[in-house]
């Protein structure tokens, strides 16, 4: 039995007051993606005739002396559903299945809350004797479908290991759960989509060995050659070798961060999926701190300069570290449902069955404590053990963990329930317990409380990233005229038509008034996205022109500077009083050719 996206449900209420303005989301993409420059104007739409409207719609800056929140008589009260998958084991890792929603207890920043919404998948739908059942839902509004995305770290693999990895992937496509939409992805400095989504297990194991034809450029090899290079070094060069060791640990930290924006882009384009989203993380191993293994080998080839100074893994990982991105990472991997597993050069078979209220205590935006930040070092364990996945070791077991790990796809069970808040913007943290001691429980740590601004940003990503949109507003796009600039950019004018039918118009003294936001994204024919943009625009009819206006359509007008080639546009429309999100995409080819 399925059951409908329940982390980003909402309900729809009538109420008092209205929303105010919300800010726009922070860039979280590198300067080296390629970018988009907006220009935004708004005009009415083509068979509209009333000159007022044209005023009208223009951007929120313009109506900001007399706020929506004075005169709106009604808005919408979101009541959220947040939802937990719990995968639940023994102390061999085992699934354990026959567990029903009173056997679970769920707190939220340390406060029981009260569980709504119970499914348990096929491998755990048991009764009490052991018999195996439909898999079922206490309510059935929450989507298990699965999207599973297979991310190749290629700046962190080994040639070897990533032989072993592809073989053994796969030869592990054909165990995965019926229906499984998979995705393959490779980072070798920029994002480079190998395979969309698909169902098809020949399509994505055609997609794993084009991937095995290109090479790989790991990041350990120049450490290795580092450590090398050091033995020749005399006792008079130490300090001098020192700085070499920071230029590699800044140049390997720049490029680690931008593989964790490249990531952290990819978790976000798939907030707009429905049902459940998971990452298979492919890679040797991520420094938290690069340069301090090779501060350590130093101290070993250098001692007698080492006890002179205070050069010391601890101090160089202050200097350089990638632990605030990583905290970043997290907590959006997190708050939208996505479940990371990783491949790395180690893993532990312990972390397939450690619950989270065992784990290290790790807090978000305050980095590592010292235990876990200078003694591990790697980004991948956190990444996997927080947001409630395994950490498989890349060696001769790794097709038996694979093997684990695809009866776990299907052997979890998914909790939900109402927290008392809406958007206040907080990170709140989940534990799960179940009153038996043996039972060992993974799940993720908790979860950001985010506005409407960021649902529609993330909605838009995924329009523009994978082509899936959810439109109930009916809105479209379509371009207009290219015109080439000095620089050989092209501005290229967007048109996004709204049909007023389908918005919340409010009526007011003189006039019936709305409110929507407009997000914009581009990816480019290689996989890159750019920045999201955003504009609000007040919608205000005369009374005595509200009926024929039903009939039309708004058009907003956003410019974008693009390069040449082909692009997809994703666009995203909310109509702020209505809370209804609709995304559609539009695909442009930039320079010589027609739109």
Excluded at 38 to 58: C, D, E, F, H, Y
Excluded at 340 to 357: C, R, Y
């Amino acid at each position: 039995m399925k059951f409908k996206e329940m982390s980003d449900s909402r309900a729809r209420h009538i109420g008092r007051g209205a929303p105010g303005r919300q800010d726009p989301p922070r860039d979280c993409h590198p300067q080296s993606e390629r970018r988009l420059f907006p220009k935004a104007t708004a005009t009415s739409g083509p068979m509209w005739r009333l000159a007022t409207v044209i005023l009208m719609l223009t951007p929120i800056a313009a109506a900001q002396q007399e706020p929506v929140s004075e005169r709106a008589f009604f808005a919408p009260v979101e009541v959220s559903v947040v939802n937990v998958e719990v995968f639940a084991a023994d102390a061999r890792g085992r699934p354990i299945a026959g567990l029903i929603s009173s056997d679970f207890e769920i707190q939220e920043d340390g406060g029981p809350v009260t569980i709504t919404h119970f499914y348990a998948a096929p491998r755990v739908a048991r009764d009490r004797s052991g018999a195996a059942l439909e898999p079922f839902a206490e309510h059935p509004e929450v989507s298990q479908d699965l999207h599973l995305i297979i991310f190749f770290d290629d700046n962190n693999l080994s040639t070897n290991r990533r032989r072993r990895a592809l073989d053994a992937v796969n030869d592990w496509l054909p165990l995965l759960p019926d229906g499984v939409q998979v995705m393959i992805v490779r980072w070798s400095g920029t994002m480079e989509v190998v395979q969309q989504f698909t169902n098809d297990v020949k399509a994505a194991g055609s997609a794993l060995q084009e991937l095995g034809q290109s090479s790989s450029r790991s990041l350990q090899t120049e450490r290795d050659r580092i450590r090398n290079d050091m033995k020749r070094y005399s006792n008079t060069a130490a300090i001098a070798y020192v700085q070499h060791i920071r230029a590699y640990a800044q140049s390997a930290t720049e490029q680690t961060l931008a593989m964790m924006r490249g990531l952290d882009r990819l978790v976000r384009s798939a907030a707009g999926l429905r049902g459940r989203k998971a990452i298979l993380l492919v890679s040797d191993g991520i420094d938290t701190n690069p340069g301090a293994d090779l501060i350590r080998a130093w101290q070993q080839v250098f001692p007698d300069t080492a006890r002179t100074t205070d050069i010391a893994p601890s101090l160089e990982a202050q200097r350089i570290n990638v632990s605030e991105s990583l905290d970043t990472l997290i907590e959006n991997a997190n708050t939208r449902r996505v479940i990371v597993h990783a491949i790395g050069a180690t893993g532990s078979s312990a972390t397939t069955s450690i619950s989270a209220d065992r784990e290290v205590d790790i807090t978000l935006r305050g980095g590592f404590d010292s235990r876990s930040q200078y003694d591990a070092g790697r980004v991948e364990p956190y990444l996997a053990r927080l947001t409630g996945g395994r950490v498989l070791g890349n060696d001769r077991k790794l097709v038996q963990q694979l093997g684990e790990l695809a009866a776990e796809l299907d052997g979890y069970y998914s909790l939900a329930y109402r927290p008392n808040h809406t958007g206040d913007g907080q990170y709140h943290r989940i534990k799960v317990r179940v009153a038996d001691d043996d039972v060992a429980l993974r799940h993720r740590d908790g979860y950001r409380d985010t506005r409407h601004v960021d649902r529609i940003s993330d909605r838009t990503l995924t329009a523009a990233a994978l082509g899936i949109t959810d439109n109930p507003l009916a809105i479209s796009a379509e371009g207009r005229e290219q015109q080439p600039r000095d620089d050989g950019m092209y501005l290229v004018p967007i048109v996004i038509k709204v049909p007023l039918s389908q918005l919340s118009l409010v009526p007011r003294t003189t006039d019936h008034e709305g409110r929507v936001s407009v997000t914009v994204a581009v990816r480019d024919d290689r996989g890159g996205l750019s920045d999201i943009q955003r504009r609000e625009y007040p919608i205000q009819i005369p009374h005595e022109q509200f009926l024929s206006a039903l009939s039309q359509n708004a058009e907003f007008i956003m410019g974008l500077v693009m390069r040449e080639g082909p692009h997809r546009v994703g666009v995203g429309v909310r109509d702020e009083l209505g809370n209804i999100d609709s995304t559609a995409t539009l695909d442009v080819h930039v320079g010589d050719h027609d739109l």
